[in-house]
């Protein structure tokens, strides 16, 4: 069937024009509609804009540290070049056009891309460079088993050819077996053993060879299953490290440190992010600005300068209280903020919402796997919310937290009075959402006028 | 206090859908009656001694963990069947569920032995079912329960013409989608898709499961047990019911 032509530029104003309906609206940031609208007047307008890029794309995909890692990329690069970047965190197909809409005048597209959207992305943006940080599960109802996503990566690995260099984290056993898939590859990892955690945690996942299914013996495990790994039976092990950390400095919840190694040369980079797995997101940043052409000052600098992405350990000043927002969304994540929430002083107040909505996933089961233990011994009230409170009220029933101090509260809006109404002049009030929810209580404190709507912060 | 002891088969293979927090709420229910229950893992190469334990706990995998325990869990059969015979309790999740049956033919034609406790053959599907479950039970005659759950398997589990389901579905799948059964029971062993995880949310067969352990414990009819305060389970019963009822499951 012959299919009338419309020219893109037609495409692409309608497109714009949708978007600041939306805002009009009030329905949201618009950072989904344009791309969307575009999408299905001519889905294949996305690959002309993309192809349109005078520098190219690249792409950030993870199971946890997309938003962080590609919005760090974009602090060591926007000084020097112009960037089309989903920065809201849109990041499905339609989110990818959306940023190449707002900025036509861009040099280098930069997306961060949903684990199961990858293959869809990567064909149309066919990127420069591809970066994988970690698999772990997470929302099993949507995107199916980790052995799932692991395939449909290891598919787009090996189609994406010659053209795309793979920046990988070698720490995570599935994601550095992919250096035998590409012409090209980047390693990085950690290597400073003094963080490895005594054993695997609960939520590791890739703890058998992906060869052979052995165990494999740790040298030193980091943040879950991602560490320096080999097989004791077939010796698949982890690949050499080009770009690595070492010498790393936690600072509670201030900041981390530490000397990033790479082949032209070492640098020492002071992170104002927290934890472990802020270092993997810094590490990841840096192989791909360099991939893309950032020097190790630029780098450096950067990163330094980096605050951190919204709703990931967000600060928001309420009065004389603040919120400290800190966004869970499935096991290894929130083990990593917990862990770090206690490094920092752990907090003997906390509100966590749990929603179940499409995003967030349906199934609520994963909570369990989640290590909330180290919590408890400074915690001395609790308040739950989001539509699933009642099942974070078991999770901490049976984890021994006394029933009578958990105050359910489904609705936001009432959970986010009684937390703030317990938390003492002068304090801060730690508050962990699930996505849906994040964006519920984000919604709420803008609306009360304490913190800008994320459409306006991208910009 | 009585202690009862748990054989928690594969925790370290069979763990998708927080398996540990069914075995955390049979540890406290039991403690608060002021019983002890002793978890003790069951992995590769362990023998199941039939009597030794008085409750058998096994959880979901994915695929590739599944593949990786079935032949060791296929040569520990006559020991779990014995086991049951002699009147320990049994709950099986989601990939062990599937498992204790006759086997289950994985995508591809591959076939994963199975134990043959459950009367039911599995076969996996093209599509996953996937969603929130709820059943109606009668586990003792005359005592009508609700369980409400989460399923999402690619498993189509087809019982034997006599055999006795778990429940009769009344929102989502079940074991087929088509049959309106969910799960199987032979004698104290409970298989289901149900995860959630399943007992939190649904303390009576948390209960259930610990009489039948003391039972088997103490020899006797299982034991009453002390009533316990559970508002937030009612809450979270609630809710996860009502999502079954409101949105159900879906092909996927």
Redesign the interface.
């Known amino acids: 069937m012959a299919a009338l032509r419309i020219p893109l530029s037609l495409e692409v104003a309608a497109a714009r024009a949708a978007a600041r309906l939306s805002r009009l609206a009030r329905t949201g940031g618009g950072t989904t509609v344009p791309g969307k609208l575009l999408w299905k007047l001519d889905p294949g307008a996305i690959d002309r804009l993309a192809a349109r890029l005078p520098l190219g794309s690249a792409l950030v995909s993870a199971t946890n540290g997309k938003t962080t890692t590609a919005s760090m990329v974009a602090e060591i690069l926007e000084p020097r070049l112009r960037l089309a970047h989903n920065a809201a965190g849109a990041n499905l197909v339609s989110g990818v056009a959306s940023a190449l809409l707002a900025r036509p005048e861009a040099e280098l597209g930069l997306f961060e891309v949903d684990e199961a959207a990858l293959p869809e992305v990567a064909r149309r943006v066919k990127p420069r460079a591809l970066c994988l940080g970690n698999l772990f599960?997470d929302q099993?109802?949507r995107y199916?088993?980790?052995?799932l996503v692991a395939e449909r990566w290891r598919t787009v690995a090996a189609e994406l050819g010659g053209g795309t260099t793979l920046v990988l984290n070698g720490d995570d056993p599935q994601i550095g077996a992919l250096v035998g898939d590409a012409r090209r590859a980047v390693v990085f990892g950690i290597d400073d053993p003094r963080h490895a955690r005594p054993s695997l945690e609960?939520a590791a996942d890739s703890?058998?060879c992906i060869a052979c299914?052995t165990?494999y013996e740790y040298r030193a495990s980091y943040v879950g299953h991602l560490g320096d790994y080999r097989c004791p039976r077939c010796g698949h092990a982890r690949p050499d490290l080009e770009v690595s950390a070492t010498a790393i400095e936690l600072h509670g919840l201030e900041g981390a440190a530490f000397v990033l190694i790479t082949p032209d040369g070492t640098r020492g980079i002071e992170l104002r992010l927290p934890g472990l797995y802020n270092v993997y997101n810094a590490l990841a940043a840096a192989s791909l600005a360099r991939e893309l052409g950032a020097s190790l000052d630029e780098i450096a600098v950067g990163l330094g300068r980096f605050r951190a992405a919204f709703g990931r350990f967000e600060r928001i000043a309420i009065e004389d209280r603040s919120l400290l927002v800190l966004l869970i969304k499935n096991p290894a994540g929130a083990n990593e903020v917990v862990r770090t929430l206690v490094a920092g002083g752990a907090p003997r107040l906390a509100l966590i919402a749990l929603n179940?909505a499409i995003a967030d996933g349906?199934?609520?089961?994963?909570?369990?796997?989640v290590d909330f233990e180290p919590l408890l011994p400074s915690l001395e009230r609790l308040v739950v919310s989001g539509?699933?409170a009642?099942?974070l009220?078991?999770?901490f029933?049976?984890?021994?937290f006394d029933?009578a101090a958990?105050d359910?509260l489904p609705s936001l809006d009432d959970a986010l009075d009684h937390g703030l109404a317990l938390t003492p002049s002068g304090g801060e009030l730690a508050v962990l959402p699930t996505y849906t929810a994040m964006l519920g209580l984000r919604a709420l404190v803008t609306e009360r006028g304490y913190a800008r709507p994320y459409w306006e912060r991208a910009a | 206090m009585t202690r009862i002891v748990v054989g928690h088969l594969y925790p370290d293979y069979l763990n998708i859908y927080a398996d540990r927090g069914n075995i955390a709420v049979l540890a406290r229910r039991a403690a608060w009656r002021g019983h002890e229950l002793d978890v003790r893992p069951i992995s590769v190469g362990d023998d199941v001694i039939a009597g030794e334990n008085d409750l058998l706990y096994i959880g979901g995998g994915q695929d590739r963990e599944q593949a990786l325990v079935a032949p060791d869990l296929a040569a520990k059969g006559a020991g779990i069947e014995a086991a049951v015979e002699g009147g320990a309790a049994l709950l099986a999740v989601c990939g062990g569920y599937q498992l204790l049956g006759r086997g289950y033919r994985v995508g591809g034609g591959a076939e994963l032995p199975g134990v043959g406790l459950f009367p039911h053959v599995t076969v996996a599907g093209e599509r996953r079912m996937i969603g929130d479950v709820l059943l109606e039970c009668e586990l003792e005659p005359g005592e009508r329960r609700t369980l409400a759950g989460f399923e999402n398997h690619a498993g189509r589990t087809r019982l034997d013409v006599a055999a006795e389901p778990l429940g009769r579905v009344v929102a989502g799948f079940g074991n087929d989608g088509v049959s309106a059964h969910e799960g199987c029971r032979v004698g104290r062993a409970i298989g289901t898709y149900l995860h959630g995880p399943l007992l939190p949310r649904n303390p009576w067969l948390a209960d259930w499961l610990l009489r039948q352990a003391l039972a088997h414990r103490l020899g006797g009819e299982p034991p009453e047990l002390e009533p316990l305060p559970d508002e937030h389970e009612r809450r979270a019963h609630e809710v996860s019911a009502g999502r079954a009822r409101a949105r159900g499951g879906r092909y996927s």
Request: charged fraction near 40%; hydrophobic fraction near 35%.
């Open positions: 599960r099993l109802d199916g088993e980790l052995e609960h703890k058998y299914g165990p179940d349906r199934d609520v089961s994963w909570i369990w796997d539509d699933r009642a099942e009220a078991l999770r029933k049976y984890a021994g029933p958990i359910v």
